[in-house]
């Protein structure tokens, strides 16, 4: 990949996911949150130390999944756009109920957000979103029929992305999926403090990304 890429670091002090919060509480109130790892563990983490303020949900709890859909290019420190999702970690099932420990539904309301940092080709989060809805199938499976179609009906699934890409996409998300975005960029090459080696210099050249604008 050439210096020509266009690059916007994001820093710790970026809002977006502040500023996301109360839009997600007074529309969607999650009572779980499903981290994409790697990407998506350091915006659920701040999210929901602000998801406890905004809803008074004190017990709200964090899930992680891990998919990839990078590859590394060799000879370089940058990664591509692979053609498969991989599927590295995913939700522990309970060996004796078949229950996952998550929960993906039952009770009264279950409200599931996936949290990723970008939102670029969409593959990722239509298949998190597919999976984890078949997987909430399965756990209704396991219900007294008679409770089943109340159970579908109060389990939904929402989706926040720290940004959103302006650009074609190669999948694409149910038009009833509610769908939050820290803000909508071009398509950027996206460089986040959680993944930088040195937070100064990330910083240092943030900032004179800034003062070039």
Known sequence: MSDEVKHLRVTYNDTSVRQSTPKIAKEFKPDLLVAIGGGGFF???VMRTFLREET???ALQIQAIGLSLYEPVEGT????IGQEVIRTQWLAKDLDCGLH????SGGETFKRLRQDEVDDTRKTLHYALSELQ???EEELLTRPESERAALREATKFGIFVVHNKNKEKRAHLPPDTPYFAGA???DVWLDYPWEAM???EHDRLAAA???EV
């Open 43 to 45: 915006p659920a983490r």
């Open 184 to 186: 909508t960029v071009d």
């Open 101 to 104: 420990h998550a929960h993906l």
């Open 77 to 80: 420190t940058v990664n591509t």
């Open 198 to 200: 040195c937070i100064e």
């Open 134 to 136: 078949k997987d909430a």
């Open 56 to 58: 008074e949900h004190k």
């Open 209 to 211: 990304d800034k003062s």
